[in-house]
């Protein structure tokens, strides 16, 4: 019989996560995706790509902040970096915001492509050099889309250069929120599986706690309203839907034809 390999059956050896650093679109889409690997491993840091102030307010205020409470004049990126702490203090983990601004607040021409923002992505893994990096899937949304696609090429990047920090192992968790819209996660995974790395749904070794992941997401008092009425927040807490992450990883040798039969 054949020596048993634990990778490939999606075991994940804890000590893969001493240094976790996860990437959130925005201020509140880590704890929503990723809570319980964060309550789990204190002192993972979380990377929000999309924390930087627009050039500008719109004149008037957005539907989704008007839904949160805000109105004309209001600093929505200062009171949502300090719901971010508060946050992060429940969890144990550490932040760090990155300056993109949010989609909802710039004219197609204005906002910055993948390629731009995989440098500020590569510089924060190279700043904290963690041992594994989950990014989002990167489904429905914009700003989810570019970090998850900014992620991806500093991955391979990194990889290509050869250096210490190729070593790291990546995973994908899965955007609460917009996994169960129509068809938009098996596009992820589909769009993985034909261009590298493959995903590949992975036993990762956390400890779920509903009380502790309810208090930290209401930490986010200003986008609970519009995660209720747009995202059926309340029912995906009592529906106990779960942390789901994908290792990201070439395929085994000899598998690489299974993208062709897609």
């Not at 050896?13 to 959130?24: C, E, K, N, Q, W």
């Not at 990889?159 to 938009?184: A, M, N, Q, R, T």
Request: charged residues 25%.
């Amino acid at each position: 019989m054949a020596d048993f390999d634990p990778t490939l059956w999606g075991l994940v050896d804890a000590r893969v996560l001493s240094r976790i650093a996860v990437f959130s679109p925005h201020l509140d889409d880590a704890v929503l995706g990723a809570a319980d690997l964060l309550g789990s491993y204190p002192s993972s840091t979380v990377v929000t790509v999309v924390a930087g102030w627009p050039p500008k307010y719109p004149d008037e205020v957005t539907d989704w902040d008007a839904c949160g409470g805000f109105v004309t004049g209001d600093d929505v990126v200062a009171a949502r970096r300090l719901e971010d702490l508060e946050a992060l203090a429940v969890l144990q983990a550490e932040h760090v915001w990155l300056d993109v601004a949010d989609h909802q607040y710039l004219e197609k021409s204005q906002r910055e492509s993948a390629e731009q923002v995989a440098q500020r992505v590569k510089k924060a893994v190279v700043d904290l050099e963690p041992t594994a990096v989950f990014l989002p899937m990167g489904i429905a949304n914009p700003d989810h889309v570019l970090t998850h696609d900014a992620g991806i090429i500093a991955r391979s990047e990194l990889v290509e250069e050869d250096g210490p920090l190729s070593e790291i192992v990546w995973f994908c968790y899965e955007d609460h929120g917009y996994k169960h819209l129509p068809g938009l996660l098996a596009w992820r995974v589909a769009k993985l599986l034909r261009s590298h790395p493959w995903p590949t749904p992975a036993i990762v070794p956390h400890e779920p706690d509903e009380e502790r992941k309810r208090r930290a997401i209401w930490c986010y008092r200003s986008q609970i309203a519009p995660l209720e009425q747009d995202h059926a927040l309340s029912a995906r807490m009592e529906g106990r839907v779960p942390e789901q992450f994908w290792h990201l990883a070439p395929p085994p040798a000899g598998w690489e034809g299974l993208a062709d039969l897609i």
